[in-house]
């Protein structure tokens, strides 16, 4: 549900686009909202000064509230809050609960226009607001016209309707909660336990005591079952006479109006923020195995570089006596190459079979003393 604004900004825009014009516009326009309501705005180029407001607006309640226009109480509360500018015109177009003939040139110049056309924007809202605050203002009231204990639906939204019921001395307003999500009705059944412990407090005794029930709740028997088929429980608010004195009435008022969307608006940015924190959890958790991941990397890398260098170590220390060794070889390959081959017993036979006889010269010649 889209939080109910006091003042329409559509609405706003054009009206002061029509007080703000050089020349007399001719309008014709139809303007539609959120909450089944519409706008009918029309200014004449013959009348410049007479420009016509009509609205269209859901009633909160069939039964309580005329069939047909406003009652008596709301046409009070419209004339209060527009000024001598304005003036409502009975009875209002077909179609409508209130036709409004605005004068431009009544509304002062200056800063004060843009208040006069911003009260006039917000008329729907005091619509709206008047028929709720026309239930809660007798609350001490022993009136039986509408009859005790009795639920009144009240209808702002087809698909988000609520409860008021008159009790003794107290009025019970029940909010049936549905949710699309599971993760929502998980999130709104935290969120209301919480208001109910915090709701019972010495610190806020003061405000409207709030409970919270998975089933309806007694003073919903009889009601239609698919309005009483939810999935996020039922919130009760007791409202008794203090709440509803003086000014405190119209923040009731505003507070019941716009529950929906203040539960709605919680759940999602409670979503969103447990969204963003597993988010940052998952970065960080990523970050810490990257990091650990680095290490390792540089772990092998040092390791491998590590026995590379032991590697060549081990080889640079091998080369020398390799090279020596070679040596030694090669030396004895020429020892072997450049001495005669040895044969045990063969120096025996030579010198027995082989050795030359040595023989006596006639012809040699004798040494003369």
């Known amino acids: 549900m889209a939080s109910f604004e006091r003042v329409s900004r559509a609405l706003k825009e054009i009206l002061l686009k029509l007080y703000r014009a050089e020349k007399p516009v001719e309008i014709d326009h139809h303007l539609y909202e959120f909450g089944s309501v519409e706008y009918h705005v029309q200014s004449s180029a013959d009348d410049p000064q007479n420009n016509y407001l009509s609205i269209s607006t859901p009633l909160l309640s069939q039964g309580t509230m005329p069939s047909y226009g406003l009652s008596s109480y709301s046409t009070q509360m419209v004339k209060q809050v527009c000024s001598d500018a304005v003036e409502i015109v009975e009875p209002a177009k077909e179609g409508y609960q209130l036709t409004l003939k605005i004068n431009f040139a009544k509304i002062p110049r ?171 959890r998952l970065e960080s958790l990523v970050e810490v195995l990257h990091k650990e991941k680095l290490e390792e990397k540089e772990d092998v890398k040092f390791k491998a570089h590590a026995e590379c260098r032991y590697v060549g170590k081990l080889v640079r220390l091998s080369k020398p006596k390799n090279f020596k060794r070679r040596c030694r070889d090669l030396t004895r390959k020429i020892m072997q190459i450049r001495f005669r081959i040895k044969i045990h017993g063969f120096r025996r036979f030579h010198r027995r079979w082989l050795t030359i006889p040595n023989f006596s010269s006639p012809l040699r010649y004798t040494k003369l003393e």
């Open 110 to 280: 200056g800063k004060d226009y843009f208040k006069v056309i911003t009260q006039i924007s917000s008329v729907q809202a005091v619509i709206l607001c008047s028929q709720l605050k026309e239930m809660l203002r007798n609350v001490n009231s022993q009136d039986t016209s509408q009859g005790m204990n009795k639920p009144i639906k009240l209808v702002y939204h087809p698909r988000e309707p609520f409860y008021v019921i008159r009790q003794p001395q107290k009025i019970t307003a029940v909010f049936p909660l549905r949710f699309k999500e599971h993760s929502d009705v998980i999130i709104a059944t935290a969120f209301f336990q919480e208001l109910m412990d915090v709701g019972s407090s010495e610190k806020w005794a003061k405000a409207p005591p709030c409970t919270w029930s998975p089933i309806p709740p007694p003073e919903l028997r009889g009601e239609p079952l698919e309005d009483l088929s939810t999935n996020g429980g039922f919130v009760s608010f007791e409202i008794s006479s203090r709440h509803v004195e003086d000014k405190k009435l119209d923040k009731t008022v505003w507070s019941l109006l716009n529950f929906y969307a203040y539960v709605k608006k919680h759940v999602k940015c409670t979503r969103g923020f447990i969204q963003r924190r597993m988010q940052k």
